[in-house]
């Protein structure tokens, strides 16, 4: 007959190998009851009694064109448990499926059944002035307004936000409008957004959908050019401001100084200031460098990915260039009519 201390030992053993080896318990913990389309939503799964040192593998089903936004989930630990958050957009109307889910750890295989979430289409009030955006939360960094042409402003938009499509972001009135820069890092994504807009417009107002409140938040954007905030110096669109204006006008008032002085003192010092002063003014008015652009080329009116393209290039041709931004060149083509071509455009030889 097994001793009582020694039973209770084997006993204590035993609890103690089941509990360490004793399986992962998975599941969801948040499914959407309901999604917008071009919704970033969440998917939570939960671990229940999880080794935080070995994490498990998720697999999803490779034949489901549905793939998450970012391939690794977010991770929060809450005591024996970890939350593993996935995040997809509703692309298309009616349903969004959602495909079967493997997870592997050290000790077994576990699978979770997809299933079909309802999607709907957001319809917002033309006064609401909805730029597209859904998301939990939504804030404009910083900002700034350039001079576009003539006419128009251009209006640089530093954008963050949670669970959001900032992709889809259009802002309704504007000349031209696109987004760049877009970063995903788990729920918050960042990005730039450009557009166009009448220089005589000195206020927009647009709204996103608060998906957490469920209803439309309007945001208030500053477009006058004298009131900008210099979030990052990008001239995109140079043309002579009033302050080139002012430097050619100082310059030749300083050669008319020099050159006055140097008649009335015959001091030799003067004519040297002067030599250097229409050095500088002679920089001012050299002839822009040209380049070559292909026969067919697009010419865009922003230098930002998906910009419309306002004409093509007739034939091969040399213009003159304005400006230089990333892998784009602003040019004149005509006679007061510019745009932007991207490097790949110009002439080979």
Known sequence: MIP????????????????????VEYRYSYLPKKVYLHQVFPVTVLAVNARKDRPPTFRF??????????????????GND???????????????????????????????????????????????????????????????VS??????????????AHEANLEDMQIPGVVEGGVEKLRRHGALATAEYYFVIPANVEEILFSYYNSIKQQFVLLRVSTAYEQKTVAA???LNPKESGFARL??????????????????????????????TLAVLVTFYLPLKKVCVEEGAPLYILPIPGSTVGMHIEE???VPL?????????????????????????CKD
């Open 4 to 23: 009582r201390r020694l039973f209770a030992a084997i006993l204590i053993l035993s609890l103690g190998a089941v509990a360490l080896f004793a399986q």
């Open 61 to 78: 089903d490779p034949r489901s064109p549905v793939k998450p936004l970012l391939p690794q989930p977010v991770k929060v630990i809450n």
């Open 82 to 144: 970890i939350f593993y958050t996935f995040y997809f957009k509703a692309r298309k109307p009616g349903g969004f499926a959602l495909p079967d889910l493997w997870i592997r750890d050290e000790s077994h295989t576990a699978h979770l059944p997809g299933t079909l979430i309802p999607v709907a289409v957001l319809h917002a009030p033309p006064e609401d002035r909805f730029c597209g955006v859904i998301a939990s939360d939504f804030k404009i960094r910083n900002s700034q």
């Open 147 to 160: 001079t576009f042409d003539a006419k128009n402003n251009l209006v640089y938009l530093n954008v963050e």
């Open 233 to 235: 110096q990008v001239d």
């Open 247 to 276: 430097k050619k006008y100082t310059f030749i008032a300083l050669s008319l100084f020099f050159l006055l002085m140097f008649f009335s003192s015959r001091d030799f010092f003067y004519l040297i200031l002067l030599f250097i």
């Open 316 to 318: 091969r041709t040399k």
């Open 322 to 346: 304005l400006h230089r931004y990333k892998n784009y060149d602003k040019i004149e083509y005509k006679h007061g009519i510019t745009g932007w071509i991207k490097d790949e455009d110009l």
